[in-house]
């Protein structure tokens, strides 16, 4: 029954590598996010998706993919992961397009990466 | 540019007093205002948002903020708090005039209730 699921929970790896996270809503949401949450806690949007199309790229790095076969899955693709790149990414999803103001978010568990 | 500032990083309060996170906003148009909270190892849930109308705002858990324009701040409050209640709580904003785009998030208060 879980609205927002993410998995893997938990990801390490070795820098260099490649790995991706998945994330599936049944919420019947048209609009998903990534964000990334650092060591202090800050959390930052990365992507936002409404209906397989982006719709937001925060100025992250291109070893950064998401993928979006449908609306209700939103993949992100890491290539050649680094050091900084640890930290727990989030899922989300929200109604209606990402303009909508009055709409909150509902967030996946997160997958903790280590990147060693 | 919008923004939002969690002036404690921490917060300690006696089970069954009242507790006040704070928050304040800036952006440039009519705000959009929203409350999370993060148990450990979980996601960020919703608690509560401000859109427009009254100024203050009932949301879950008991928990209720109130929105003041002239000091831009939207404070999150509960009458009674229990040992549960111990989490990171976010301010989050939607700026109309930006579109909407993007929840900008507060950096998060921790809130703990000692029983």
């Known amino acids: 029954d879980t609205a927002v699921s993410q998995t893997p929970k938990y990801l390490v790896t070795q820098m260099g590598n490649d790995k991706s996270i998945k994330c599936e809503q049944n919420l019947g949401h048209d609009t998903m996010y990534w964000y990334k949450q650092d060591s202090k806690k800050f959390l930052k949007i990365m992507f936002s998706?409404?209906?397989?199309?982006?719709?937001i790229n925060e100025t992250v790095p291109n070893r950064f993919s998401p993928k979006s076969p449908d609306k209700a899955h939103l993949n992100l693709h890491i290539n050649s992961l680094e050091l900084g790149d640890s930290a727990v990414y989030f899922c989300?999803?929200?109604?209606?397009?990402?303009?909508?103001?009055?709409?909150?978010?509902?967030f996946g568990q997160g997958t903790r990466l280590t990147v060693v | 540019a919008q923004s939002v500032a969690q002036p404690e990083d921490q917060v300690n309060v006696a089970e069954g007093n009242p507790l006040t996170v704070k928050c304040t906003y800036s952006v440039s148009g009519n705000p959009y205002l929203f409350w999370y909270v993060q148990y450990p190892n979980r996601g960020l849930q919703f608690l509560l948002k401000y859109i427009t109308g009254d100024n203050l705002v009932k949301g879950s858990y008991g928990f209720e903020a109130e929105f003041n324009k002239s000091q831009t701040s939207f404070h999150l409050k509960k009458p009674s708090a229990l040992v549960s209640d111990s989490a990171l709580y976010f301010c989050a904003v939607r700026d109309a005039r930006t579109g909407g785009f993007k929840t900008i998030f507060g950096a998060g208060t921790r809130l703990f209730v000692k029983a």
């Open positions: 998706y409404n209906n397989k199309e982006l719709i």
């Open positions: 989300a999803s929200s109604q209606g397009k990402p303009s909508a103001l009055n709409t909150e978010a509902f």
